[in-house]
């Protein structure tokens, strides 16, 4: 019996590979299964950025604001725990 399956969108599915979605892109919304994304550290939660985005240059501004100010300040904290002890 002809039964016609009506046309599902794309929104549960993956649009790079229509495996299920796992959830939306950060940077350009399109829905993605795991295997399509990658986890980048944002300063607040990881986010999902597709491979699409990411080949087209997309990182999450956190990440790196994060590296250049976090990394010196660990450094003097560092420096000045030690000279506490010291002159102890
Ligand atoms: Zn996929
Ligand atoms: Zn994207």
């Given at each position: 019996m002809p039964h016609a399956e009506p046309f599902s969108?794309?929104?549960?599915?993956?649009?790079?590979?229509?495996?299920?979605?796992a959830g939306p892109c950060a940077a350009c919304g399109a829905l993605c299964c795991g295997d399509c994304v990658e986890l980048i550290m944002g300063l607040i939660a990881r986010r999902a950025v597709c491979r699409t985005c990411l080949a087209q240059g997309?990182?999450?501004?956190g990440a790196r604001v994060l590296l250049r100010i976090g990394a010196p300040v660990l450094a003097v904290l560092a420096l000045l725990l030690l000279l506490a002890y010291a002159l102890r």
């Open positions: 969108p794309d929104d549960l599915y993956c649009v790079y590979c229509h495996a299920p979605a997309y990182r999450p501004a």
